[in-house]
């Protein structure tokens, strides 16, 4: 396992968004034995990518309770991103095999993302 971030993945087209994020966390998968957990990319990329996930938002609850991603960002000071019109924040992308949470790195380049591997534990209601 490693907390060290991968090559550099791109979104060259973001209504496909959710394969390139696939085929990244795979990529991550088969040289680290594990899938990530953080997916990284500056505050331009997210909101680029916040208008393909409009669909996604119109259901999503205004302040929901994601006690996990706020423990989160309290131990390792991640910052999530949030989109500039609404101010909505960006959790994450979840799929069948893997889960990440969303956070911004202003030092990557426009259309790039990387991935990092931090173990967590869901905490105890």
Sequence with gaps: MTNQPTNTCL??????????????????????????????????????????????????????????????????????????DTGYEMGGYVCNDFGVAYSVDEDVAPDEFYFMYIPWEVPES
């Design 11 to 84: 979104f060259t087209d973001y209504d496909h968004y959710d394969e390139a994020i696939t085929a990244g966390a795979e990529d991550f998968h088969n040289a680290n034995g594990v899938y990530p957990s953080i997916l990284y990319a500056n505050s331009i990329t997210f909101n680029k990518l916040s208008p393909v996930m409009d669909d996604i938002l119109e259901y999503a609850d205004d302040e929901p309770d994601d006690t996990l991603i706020d423990d989160i960002q309290k131990k390792y000071g991640i910052i999530s991103p949030k989109i500039k």
